[in-house]
C-alpha cells in the first residue's frame, strides 16, 4: 500500500508535516463536502495546482521498483491512497486507487454525470446545472466498495505487506495493514518517519522510498530497475 510519500520525490508534496499546508487550508478544510460547500473556487484551485504538479512529474526509484516486485511476485497488489498516475506512468499494472483520481470530475448533486476531461472553467457547471467537483473521495465520503473489497482480500490473504509512504491516519485505508498483521503476513514499512504502524511492524526502513525500496529489492536479490531498453 502507497500513500502521499511514495510521490515525494517526484516533487509532489505530501498531506501532513511541512509543505503539506496549502494557502494555510488543512486537507481536511480542503478534501471535504463541507470544504468545497464553502469556498469551491478554492478547492478548485487547489486540485488545479496539484493537477499541474503532477503533470509535469515524473515517476521516481520508488515507483519503478514497485513494478519490479510486481513483475516477480506470483501474486501481488498495489492499493494506493494517491490520486496521481505516477504508478501506472512507472508501469504498474491494476493499480488500485482507493481514493479516486485527480484527472476527471463528476456532479457534486450525484445526478451520475461524470467529466473524464479536465474542466476549463472556473467554477465548471454540470449538465444538470449543479457544479462539477473532482472525482476523488473526501472525508467523509464512502471509498470505492469494490475497490477496498479487492484490497482487503489482498491483506487478508498475504504473505507480506509493504507499506510506503503513508502516515496510515486516514481510516479505511490505514485499517489495511493491520488487517494484514492480523492475518500473520510480514508487515514491512518504508518512511522516513514513524507512523501509527510502525511499532506493529516486522520491518522498518527508516528512509526515502527512492532509496530504501530498489535497496530492498537488492537485497532480495531483484534487479530494482528493468533491464534493456524498459519495459514492454
Ligand atoms: C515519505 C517520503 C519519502 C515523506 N519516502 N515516505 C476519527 C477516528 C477515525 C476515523 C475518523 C475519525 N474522524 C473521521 C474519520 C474518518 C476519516 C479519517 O480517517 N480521518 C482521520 C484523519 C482521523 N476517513 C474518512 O472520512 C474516509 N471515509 C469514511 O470514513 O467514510 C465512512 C463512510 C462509510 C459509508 C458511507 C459514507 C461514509 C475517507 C477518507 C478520504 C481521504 N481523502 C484524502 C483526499 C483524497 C483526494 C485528494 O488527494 O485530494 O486522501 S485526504 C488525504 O489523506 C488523501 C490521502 O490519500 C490520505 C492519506 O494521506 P497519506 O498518503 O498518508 O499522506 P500523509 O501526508 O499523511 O503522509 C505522508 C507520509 O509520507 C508521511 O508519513 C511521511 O513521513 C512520508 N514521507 N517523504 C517515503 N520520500
Ligand atoms: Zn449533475
Known amino acids: 500500500m502507497t500513500g502521499a510519500g511514495i510521490s515525494a520525490e517526484s516533487g509532489v508534496p505530501t498531506f501532513r508535516g511541512a509543505g503539506g499546508l496549502w494557502e494555510g487550508f488543512r486537507p481536511e478544510e480542503l478534501a471535504s463536502p463541507e470544504g468545497f460547500d464553502a469556498d469551491p473556487a478554492r478547492v478548485w484551485r487547489w486540485y488545479r495546482w496539484r493537477r499541474g504538479i503532477v503533470a509535469v512529474a515524473e515517476p521516481n526509484a520508488g515507483h519503478r ?15 494506493t491512497q494517491n490520486v496521481d498516475d505516477l504508478h ?7 493499480v488500485i486507487h482507493l481514493h479516486g483520481r485527480l484527472t476527471g470530475s463528476r456532479c457534486s448533486r450525484s445526478c451520475g454525470a461524470v467529466a473524464p476531461e479536465d474542466p476549463s472553467a472556473a467554477l465548471p457547471v454540470c449538465r444538470c446545472g449543479a457544479l462539477l467537483r473532482p472525482d476523488v473521495v473526501w472525508f467523509g465520503e464512502a471509498v470505492p466498495g469494490d475497490a477496498f473489497a479487492k484490497a482487503t482480500r489482498a491483506a487478508e490473504t498475504c504473505e507480506a505487506c509493504l507499506v510506503v509512504g503513508t502516515s496510515a491516519l486516514v481510516q479505511p485505508a490505514a485499517n ?17 518517519e514513524p507512523t501509527a504502524i510502525s511499532d506493529r511492524c516486522d520491518l522498518v526502513l527508516r528512509g526515502q522510498a527512492a532509496s530504501e525500496l530498489p535497496r530492498l529489492l537488492e537485497r532480495m536479490g531483484i534487479s530494482p530497475e528493468p533491464a534493456g531498453p524498459g519495459r514492454v
Open 88 to 94: 501506472e506512468r512507472a508501469g504498474s499494472r491494476g
Open 176 to 192: 489495511l495493514p493491520w488487517i494484514a498483521a492480523r492475518a500473520g503476513a510480514l508487515l514491512i514499512e518504508v518512511n522516513p
Open 65 to 79: 521498483a514497485l513494478t519490479r516486485l510486481e513483475d516477480q511476485a506470483d501474486t501481488f497488489l498495489l492499493a
